[in-house]
């Protein structure tokens, strides 16, 4: 069974920066697209950034610039770099994760909270 661990959520002023991890194990297939997306409180989770096995990354527009996601296949753990947070970033922050054939499979983690204030 695919578990995902992520870490890395905390306060932060305004400005500041974080790092956000996400390992996964137990898989037995390939790991295709990893993402994170968010969800803040009253709003839907949206999609914040993903990448897919050949690196190529998608970002909604308004986060681009700020944001940056990574990968380490070896280490099946997938990154998230926010820089410039500013208030309207906080949110619960989950990882996503498709493996499987084909990626059929979608794994999300617990979440890991982000608060920016001052």
């Known amino acids: 069974q695919v578990r995902l661990v992520e870490s890395g959520g905390g306060f932060v002023q305004p400005g500041g920066l974080l790092r956000l991890s996400c390992a996964a194990s137990?898989?037995?297939?390939?790991?295709?697209?990893m993402g994170w997306y968010r969800q803040a409180p009253g709003k839907e989770r949206e999609l914040v950034a993903r990448i897919n096995s050949g690196g190529v990354t998608t970002y909604p527009g308004s986060l681009k610039g700020r944001f940056t996601i990574s990968r380490d296949n070896a280490k099946n753990t997938v990154y998230l770099q926010m820089n410039s947070l500013r208030p309207e970033d906080t949110a619960i922050y989950y990882c996503?994760?498709?493996?499987?054939?084909?990626?059929?499979?979608?794994?999300w983690g617990q979440g890991t909270l982000v608060t920016v204030s001052s």
């Open positions: 137990g898989n037995s297939y390939s790991i295709h697209s």
């Open positions: 996503r994760v498709l493996t499987g054939v084909g990626g059929s499979l979608e794994v």
